[in-house]
């Protein structure tokens, strides 16, 4: 899969099959939209083009710097570089941007710019200048420019709509099970490995202190999770915690992993988690010797589940 960021950069040969959005968390709603995609590209013989946009149009327009993201960039390419996408264009969404008129946008981007051939989008999709554009004006561009447009159902739409709220109180709960459910795939964090305080070596569970790439990365509820990753060309399994560290008098939320039987100095590397399972809450022990008792059963308890 192609991926191009900004619409400047975006040079194909081919005409498209294009759908539009967010797509935050690329879930099982998601896909369905992106198999639909994906087969009418494959039976026209067209690319198979997502149009989406960075920084959440939210940010910009509502200056909602509260929203939480499901996916960082990184993170949706590479779901949807597996889902049998030809190109994903990440457009940099700005005022300047939102200010194009339903025809501009349909002329100089799905048109000129994209080559589109037909436009997968949903019923209340709305578009241009104050978002005054809806599905039916489309389909009167599309007669005008000769692209055709297919409709998603408005129950496909709302399903899309609901799997990303539950998926949000899912994580923000301490849900996992539910929220990677409703994802397809199990939840994912990326950072990179920045010094933390050390505690956990002189617990005999040393950590990896994770910093988000992303200050926007939703972070699920604090507690004790059963992760896996990718490190040195092998699968490592460790456990996480998210929180505050309530034992040693911590405060602020931190993301540290200990990966079982790993041995590296993983300071400055770029690492990706997958949440498999919850495995408690975090909890505030009376002694560092009650607390690494209790790693002692979480280690079992992991190690259980990974078997």
């Known amino acids: 899969m192609l991926t191009v960021q900004g619409l400047s950069d975006y040079q194909s040969q081919r005409p498209s099959v294009v759908t539009i959005g967010t797509f935050d968390g690329v879930h099982i709603g998601h896909r369905r939209i992106l198999e639909r995609l994906v087969s009418s590209a494959r039976s026209m013989e067209l690319q198979a083009t997502l149009l989406t946009f ?37 457009h940099p969404f ?26 997968i ?10 978002r005054t554009a809806n599905i039916q004006d489309l389909i009167a561009f599309g007669n005008l420019y000769d692209f055709q447009v297919e409709e998603i159902p408005a129950q496909e739409v709302e399903a899309v709509s609901v799997s990303s709220t539950k998926i949000r109180h899912a994580l923000e709960t301490g849900d996992l099970e539910t929220a990677n459910r409703y994802l397809g795939y199990p939840y994912l964090l990326s950072g990179v490995v920045a010094p933390g305080k050390q505690l956990g070596r002189t617990l005999g569970y040393p950590t990896a202190n994770l910093k988000p790439e992303s200050e926007y990365k939703l972070i699920p509820g604090s507690g004790v999770y059963l992760v896996r990753s990718q490190l040195q060309g092998r ?16 405060s602020g939320r931190h993301i540290e992993i200990h990966f079982f039987d790993l041995e590296e100095d993983l300071y400055g590397q770029p690492v990706r988690v997958e949440l498999l399972a919850r495995l408690r809450d975090e909890q505030k022990f009376d002694s560092l010797e009650a607390l690494q008792s209790q790693l002692t059963q979480d280690e079992a308890h992991a190690r259980a589940l990974i078997r």
């Open 121 to 130: 989008i949903g019923y209340d999709h709305r578009f241009g200048r104050n």
């Open 235 to 250: 699968t490592v399994h460790g456990m996480m915690n998210i929180g505050s560290n309530p034992t040693v008098g911590g």
């Open 94 to 119: 700005s005022k300047k941007f939102s200010r194009l008129s339903a025809t501009e946008f349909v002329r100089d981007v799905l048109v000129d710019t994209l080559r589109a051939r037909k436009v």
């Open 54 to 90: 960075y920084p959440h149009p939210r940010m910009v327009l509502q200056k909602d710097t509260g929203i939480r993201l499901l996916n960082t960039i990184g993170e949706k390419s590479d779901i949807l570089a597996g889902l049998g996408l030809d190109c994903l264009v990440v």
